[in-house]
């Protein structure tokens, strides 16, 4: 067997390689139209059609005498390869983009799925008072009915209580803001080192008169805050009168936090422009100013959080009502309040990191070029003949002994 392998490999008879008597140019052009054209019958490309007919037409011209290929025939050639190429690119990114938004909600789609709630329980327990709180926040409706004969009754009461003691409470309130008028009009700045003792019993005898219509004001507020919350229990904590009031003390404190971001983002923006590097770039004072406004927004948010929340249980206490209803009512109204904060910072935050990436993509070589013309400027100013030559310590003019 070896003997006859050995003869048989003795015997074969090698190919010569076959030599390519065209150009290598034509022939890396014709290597790539078929190339291109196996890759167009696969998929069939509508904008095939057009770029088919020319590269047909230059491949039925043939090449030119003299060099062996057309110069005008390879131009088209390459022109047609260009635009094949775009054609591909532009075909790919749709399919790509395409398929990103298809694995994007598969993949939420197929997570939604595999969620089990009772692994997760805080993640589960946190979604729950999540939906909660935005559903009592703008969707759900007062759970007490306010009727046409509770309504006149609550309205029958508020005009008793004008009646029986409005005009006590507004003569209470006229004579406080009487003494202290007087008294700011006997206390000027510096009334001490002017006045004599005359002038010093005045104002005492001011203040006595001020701490006693205090007290009848104190007395007849909390006399009209008791009839006002017998009143109110005509309707109760849960009706509409209820959850009205609370939720416009949740709109004053939003707009009490907005105020304080507001004006404290203004006043951090204005001393980082005066302490501001000179060589800093404008990208990076952008981002800067970026992450200010967001934390002072955030502390702003959060400050409303606590203030509805200490605020919250004196407006309970002007309905009558158990502790138990009370307390549900308190946690509700938080539970909404934090809802209806955390998706504000969600929106806030989420627009900052498109609008960062936004700018880092769109905006920033742009910025970029601006920044580097900018520092040559710069460097240009700092290299002229005569700038910043005047002789510091580390160089002298003349020679010192």
Avoid at 83 to 109: K, M, Y
Avoid at 195 to 211: D, I, N, Y
Wanted: aromatic share 10%.
């Amino acid at each position: 067997m070896r003997k006859r392998r050995e003869s048989a490999l003795r015997g074969r008879v090698r190919t010569p390689t076959p030599t390519h008597t065209h150009p290598p140019a034509c022939s890396f052009v014709r290597s790539f139209e078929s190339v291109r054209d196996g890759w167009r019958r696969r998929h069939r490309a509508p904008w095939s059609r057009w770029v088919s007919r020319v590269s047909d037409a230059t491949r039925a011209r043939g090449p030119s005498r003299g060099t062996g290929f057309s110069t005008d025939s390879l131009r088209r050639d390459r022109l047609t390869v260009n635009d094949d190429a775009r054609g591909r690119v532009i075909f790919a990114q749709g399919r790509s983009r395409a398929s990103s938004n298809e694995s994007s909600a598969r993949t939420l789609v197929r997570a939604i799925g595999k969620w089990r709630p009772l692994k997760t329980p805080r993640t589960t327990l946190t979604l729950f008072l999540y939906v909660i709180g935005m559903y009592a926040a703008f969707y759900a409706a007062p759970p007490v009915e306010t009727t046409p004969k509770r309504l006149a009754k609550y309205e029958a009461a508020v005009r008793r209580v004008d009646e029986e003691l409005g005009d006590g409470f507004r003569g209470a309130v006229s004579e406080y803001t009487d003494a202290d008028r007087d008294l700011a009009r006997l206390t000027p700045f510096g009334w001490r080192f002017t006045s004599g003792p005359e002038h010093k019993e005045r104002v005492a005898a001011a203040k006595r008169r001020l701490r006693v219509s205090s007290k009848r004001l104190r007395a007849e507020e909390k006399k009209r805050d008791e009839a006002m919350r017998e009143a109110r229990s005509e309707l109760g904590l849960w009706s509409e009168l209820g959850v009205g009031d609370a939720k416009a003390l949740f709109k004053r404190s939003y707009e009490r936090g907005k105020v304080f971001a507001t004006r404290h983002t203004f006043w951090d923006g204005l001393s980082l422009i005066l302490r501001g590097k000179s060589d800093e770039s404008t990208l990076s004072f952008l981002f800067r100013w970026l992450m200010i406004a967001l934390s002072n927004f955030t502390m702003g948010m959060l400050t409303a959080v606590f203030s509805f929340a200490f605020t919250l249980p004196s407006l309970i206490r002007s309905f009558s009502t158990s502790i138990w209803s009370a307390t549900a009512f308190y946690c509700i109204a938080l539970v909404a309040c934090v809802s209806v904060v955390s998706s504000i910072l969600f929106a806030a935050y989420g627009t900052a990191a498109a609008t960062t990436y936004a700018v880092v993509k769109y905006a920033g070589p742009a910025l970029a070029r601006l920044d580097d013309a900018d520092a040559r400027r710069r460097a240009r100013i700092g290299q002229r003949p005569g700038y910043n030559s005047y002789p510091g310590p580390s160089r002298q003019r003349f020679h010192q002994d």
